[in-house]
T-cell receptor
Framework: GQNIDQPTEMTATEGAIVQINCTYQTSGFNGLFWYQQHAGEAPTFLSY????GLEEKGRFSSFLSRSKGYSYLLLKELQMKDSASYLCAGYYGGSQGNLIFGKGTKLSVKP | EPEVTQTPSHQVTQMGQEVILRCVPI?????FYWYRQILGQKVEFLVSFYNNEISEKSEIFDDQFSVERPDGSNFTLKIRSTKLEDSAMYFCASTEGVPRSSTDTQYFGPGTRLTVL
């Protein structure tokens, strides 16, 4: 199966920048999603990268390198409300859009 | 903003009982999915549905599971004889099409927390 790997936990300080990395298997890969999930809630969409490079959306940016099987989510000007799990999910060829999720990175933002 | 809705938000059932989880996908979406997330674990794909039939299913989606789109709006997941290990959060998701660009997204519902006793 396709493995999606990301760190289990990270801690950062309010106002700082944090980068959450994700690696994935490149065989059959189409694109990569990032979702935010607060405890007990549904994943909410942050970004979808298909092409190499950086996509910026306000305080959040996502980067993809298809050749390296690598992505990261960059969160700037961290706020306490950014404390959540961040899920990396791959979309692979031949599927009808079903996503393969990593285990998620639990981010704790401290004052 | 359009959203995926799910009912009930919580369901408690006895082992061996049948449960039906309901979802209303976003109205112009064509692809529907069920995922589950056991407490503390990752989100896992169960099944995808398109054009009134299952298009893909995972190993988890065995004969105890079935999906249906009984009318133009609802999308249901049935578990025929629940087991303790079926206890999880079940998420429905929908999308307009398969992801082709960075503007495509898969929208998740709020989930149904299923507890099997």
């Amino acid at each position: 199966g396709q493995n999606i790997d990301q760190p289990t936990e990270m801690t950062a300080t309010e106002g700082a920048i944090v980068q959450i990395n994700c690696t994935y298997q490149t065989s059959g890969f189409n694109g990569l999603f990032w979702y935010q999930q607060h405890a007990g809630e549904a994943p909410t969409f942050l970004s979808y990268n298909v092409l190499d490079g950086l996509e910026e959306k306000g305080r959040f940016s996502s980067f993809l390198s298809r050749s390296k099987g690598y992505s990261y989510l960059l969160l700037k000007e961290l706020q306490m409300k950014d404390s959540a799990s961040y899920l990396c999910a791959g979309y692979y060829g031949g599927s009808q859009g079903n996503l393969i999720f990593g285990k998620g990175t639990k981010l704790s933002v401290k004052p | 903003e359009p959203e995926v809705t799910q009912t009930p938000s919580h369901q408690v059932t006895q082992m061996g009982q049948e449960v039906i989880l309901r979802c209303v996908p976003i109205s112009n979406h064509l692809y529907f999915y069920w995922y589950r997330q056991i407490l503390g674990q990752k989100v896992e794909f169960l099944v995808s549905f398109y054009n009134n039939e299952i298009s893909e299913k995972s190993e988890i989606f065995d004969d105890q599971f079935s999906v249906e789109r009984p009318d133009g709006s609802n999308f249901t997941l049935k578990i025929r004889s629940t087991k303790l290990e079926d206890s999880a959060m079940y998420f429905c998701a929908s999308t307009e099409g398969v992801p082709r660009s960075s503007t495509d997204t898969q929208y998740f519902g709020p989930g149904t927390r299923l507890t099997v006793l």
